[in-house]
């Protein structure tokens, strides 16, 4: 296999300061052990945010598969 077709792993840097609540509950998951680190504590919270998009948009295409079988 040639190394243009190996597919790298997607990588993303992120640098920035959490004010408020956000860092607040930050602070919080990690006195909690909940969290091991700002990177972690970033991870979970966008596959979290993800699940909850992929949730609702599967939720409205049922209702709307619903509504089409009940028109017919």
Known sequence: MSRENKERPARVHIRCVINGEPARV???LRRRGIIRSNA???CQGLLALWEKIVRRELEEAQLKASKH???E
Request: no cysteine.
């Open 26 to 28: 930050l602070l919080e």
């Open 40 to 42: 972690d504590a970033v």
């Open 69 to 71: 079988l009940t028109e």
